[in-house]
């Protein structure tokens, strides 16, 4: 099974602060991550696809970047809603596998 | 409204069954890839089943394989997953969620979750 790690576990930065968060896989992924955010008693919502792939209507202030076993999700400029736990998700297509890193909580400073 | 909406949960003795439904407004399901991930506090998000939009072709974590069932009736627009020999370990919040492609791979239209508890 691939692992995914994501560092840091926690981030605590201010709103307009640049954010990133990242992901690393314990074999190569090619480019098949994802990113999804996910709010208190809400369910994920995917944010990045294809590792820099933005999803239908995610602000451009989101974008994602890698490929293999190393990806950055970069937030240029927090604003207050963005302040969530954020996942890496991964893919592999034989055996058909999916796994989720442990998440990555972005908090206010 | 493009929306999911799970059904099901609720408690479940150790060795237990219980049915998950989840029923689809808005899109297209037939031609969707569905998939069921799970969340607790303790190990986060997990992948836990997935199937093609004719139903021809399932996948299964190993932790839940032989004893889940998804399925899905696409004249009812609904995915189902059918769980038995249930654990505490089981014990989650079940999602559904429509695959990006028609095969498994992004999930970019989830549910609000179905809620399991097992008790031993």
């Known amino acids: 099974e691939i692992v995914l790690t994501q560092s840091p576990a926690t981030l605590s930065l201010s709103p307009g602060e640049r954010a990133t968060l990242s992901c690393r896989a314990s074999?190569?992924?090619?480019?098949?991550l994802a990113w999804y955010q996910q709010k208190p008693g809400q369910a994920p919502r995917l944010l990045i696809h294809?590792?820099?792939t933005r999803a239908t209507g995610i602000p451009a202030r989101f974008s994602g970047s890698g490929s293999g076993t190393d990806f950055i999700l970069t937030i240029s400029s927090l604003e207050p809603e963005d302040f969530a736990v954020y996942y890496c998700?991964?893919?592999?297509?034989?055996?058909?596998?999916?796994?989720f890193g442990q998440g990555t909580r972005l908090e206010i400073k | 409204d493009v929306q999911l909406v799970e059904s099901g949960g609720g408690f479940v003795q150790s060795g237990g069954s219980m049915t998950l439904s989840c029923t689809a407004s808005?899109?297209?399901?037939?031609?969707?890839?569905m998939t069921w991930v799970r969340q607790t506090a303790g190990k986060g998000l997990q992948w836990v089943a997935a199937?093609?939009?004719?139903?021809?072709?399932?996948y299964y974590a190993d932790s839940v394989k032989g004893r889940f069932t998804i399925s899905r009736d696409n004249s009812k627009n609904t995915l189902f997953l059918q769980a038995n020999s249930l654990t505490t370990e089981d014990t989650a919040l079940y999602y559904c969620?429509?695959?990006?492609?028609?095969?498994?791979?992004?999930?970019?239209?989830w549910g609000q979750g179905a809620l399991v508890t097992v008790s031993s």
């Open positions: 969620a429509r695959d990006l492609r028609t095969t498994v791979t992004f999930f970019d239209l």
């Open positions: 808005g899109f297209a399901f037939s031609t969707s890839a």
């Open positions: 199937i093609t939009g004719s139903g021809g072709a399932t």
């Open positions: 074999q190569s992924v090619g480019s098949y």
């Open positions: 294809d590792a820099s």
């Open positions: 998700q991964q893919r592999t297509n034989w055996p058909r596998e999916i796994t």
